[in-house]
């Protein structure tokens, strides 16, 4: 009877799924993301060494100051418009896991990235119990293009692991130039400046934000949405970001 049930759990699509990538992964090596060493299957992304060299950070940042805040109910300047939650810094391995999220259409690297931003939000004791989870927006024909947008998947996950609600709280109303093109902080809170509208459908009065996105550079991008929040009467923004950049 044992023999039925096995035969059952081998027709399973998982066991499908598992078996399509070992004959991929015998075709096709499997290497680290980051270096390039072999690794034992496509779906682990990064060898053991690059995995070890991601260094999970346990504070919040000001965006004023730029000071470490050891406790997020307590920030530095209360007049910033959001507090900068980055799960890690943006040096290897983590450049390679960035690029794959967002360029490579590997959308299973979001499982490692979304692992590290939970990660990052229970040590740096991010209180997520009334909180709602917004991903930043990409603009609607940017995410056409893209055919995904990887903050969404980031934060749709943090919302399924701490059991709360995804909400689609703003929209991208301009299309601004990738921040990425642009070196000087200055250009890049001109670029995004006005941005981001609120969904009227979503009510985010007196809530507590965790605003997800992939990287943080200048904080331009979560500046503005965050103003956008706020404006509808957010109590409170988090930014949480898997990286943040020089
Ligand atoms: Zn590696
Ligand atoms: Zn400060």
Not at 121 to 139: E, G, T, Y
Not at 150 to 170: E, H, I, K, T, V
Not at 198 to 225: C, E, H, K, M, W
């Amino acid at each position: 009877m044992t023999m039925g049930n096995r035969a059952i759990h081998n027709d399973s699509p998982l066991f499908l799924k598992r078996a399509a990538e070992k004959i991929a992964d015998a075709f096709f090596p499997p290497r680290c993301i980051a270096c390039g060493h072999a690794i034992a299957h496509q779906r682990a992304f990064l060898c053991a060494a690059c995995f070890d060299a991601i260094e999970l950070n346990s504070a919040c940042y000001c965006p004023i100051c730029l000071g470490r805040i050891g406790d997020p109910r307590h920030p530095c300047h209360r007049n910033a418009d959001y507090l900068l939650a980055p799960a890690t810094f943006y040096k290897d391995p983590v450049p390679a896991i960035i690029h794959c999220l967002k360029y490579q259409k590997l959308i299973g690297v979001s499982t490692l990235a979304s692992a590290l931003l939970i990660a990052h939000l229970n040590r740096a004791a991010v209180p997520p119990d009334q909180c709602l989870f917004v991903p930043i927006p990409l603009h609607p024909s940017r995410e056409r293009e893209r055919g995904f947008n990887q903050a969404f998947l980031l934060a749709q996950s943090c919302a399924n692991y701490f059991n709360r609600p995804l909400a689609d709280a703003l929209t991208r109303i301009v299309k601004t130039k990738q921040q990425a093109s642009l070196r000087d902080a200055m250009q890049r809170h001109t670029n995004v400046a006005g941005a981001f509208t609120l969904n009227p459908s979503v009510s985010v009065r007196g809530a507590t934000i965790i605003l997800v996105d992939d990287v943080s550079t200048s904080g331009a991008t979560l500046g503005a949405a965050a103003r956008a929040l706020r404006a509808g009467g957010a109590r409170r923004v988090i930014g949480a970001v898997i990286a943040k950049a020089q």
